[in-house]
């Protein structure tokens, strides 16, 4: 359990710095459609850290790095309940300590480059529009998970790359909304240092995630299910 600990706890830290690093970096907006590369490139970044980290420690704790996959996963009866909360305690902690390393990256480098890359409902986005963009674009991902990894109908050694690029589609869609979440880890973190709007918006990222998750685990057990 220790070694899967920590591969989760590696993997979420990674997954934070390179993903909301690259938005950070990049300047992501939607706003502007000149600008849409910032998008594009954001995307790719969450995309690859989830596939990278899928042939890191896939082998070790079957890289969750999200607890809404976690919650997925325990609904479909792969792992107890134990093992679940223990996942969760450490896909936040790691994604609090890659917040923390941009957060001391982007504070030492003046007005150049601002901000943890922290989720929040984008404008002209309601909350309610907002937390209905996580749950569905969660379910999908979530979905995805679920579907590629499931013993007997899964992908294979595909499943990492299926992942990642799903995560990719993901955001390429989801970011004009919220920035896109789907992970609550992936939102605590980079929120506990930008404070403010993505501090108070944070419970979207924990309940919208954690709804669509679960709705994908039932989805999966209806239609994955051997049972005609």
């Known amino acids: 359990m220790t070694k899967k600990f920590f591969a989760e706890l590696i993997g979420t830290m990674v997954l934070v710095l390179m993903g909301c690093?690259?938005?950070?970096?990049l300047g992501c907006t939607s706003n502007d459609?000149?600008?849409?590369?910032?998008?594009?490139?954001?995307?790719?970044?969450?995309?690859?850290?989830?596939?990278?980290?899928?042939?890191?420690?896939?082998?070790?704790?079957?890289?969750?790095?999200?607890?809404a996959i976690t919650l997925g996963?325990?609904?479909?009866?792969?792992?107890?309940?134990?093992?679940?909360?223990?996942?969760?305690?450490?896909?936040?902690?790691?994604?609090?300590i890659g917040a923390a390393v941009l957060y001391l990256c982007t504070s030492t480098s003046g007005d150049a480059v601002v901000g943890t890359g922290a989720n929040a409902c984008q404008p002209g986005v309601s909350v309610a529009g907002g937390l209905v963009a996580e749950i569905v674009f969660t379910f999908v991902f979530v979905l995805v998970v679920l579907g590629t990894t499931d013993a007997k109908k899964g992908a294979g050694n595909f499943a990492g790359l299926a992942i990642g690029l799903s995560?990719?589609?993901?955001?390429?869609?989801?970011i004009r909304y919220t920035g896109t979440s789907v992970n609550p880890a992936r939102s605590i973190g980079p929120a506990l240092f930008q404070g403010g709007e993505a501090l108070s918006q944070l419970w979207i990222f924990i309940v919208g995630p954690f709804v669509g998750g679960a709705l994908a685990a039932l989805v999966w057990k209806a239609i994955g299910s051997d049972k005609k």
Not at 76 to 96: F, L, N, P, T
């Open 21 to 25: 690093g690259a938005a950070v970096s």
């Open 167 to 174: 995560l990719v589609l993901v955001h390429l869609v989801c």
């Open 73 to 96: 996963v325990w609904m479909s009866g792969r792992m107890s309940g134990k093992e679940a909360g223990v996942y969760m305690v450490a896909q936040v902690i790691g994604a609090i």
């Open 33 to 67: 459609p000149a600008l849409a590369s910032t998008v594009v490139g954001t995307a790719l970044a969450f995309g690859l850290s989830v596939v990278a980290m899928a042939y890191t420690i896939g082998g070790i704790s079957g890289c969750h790095i999200n607890p």
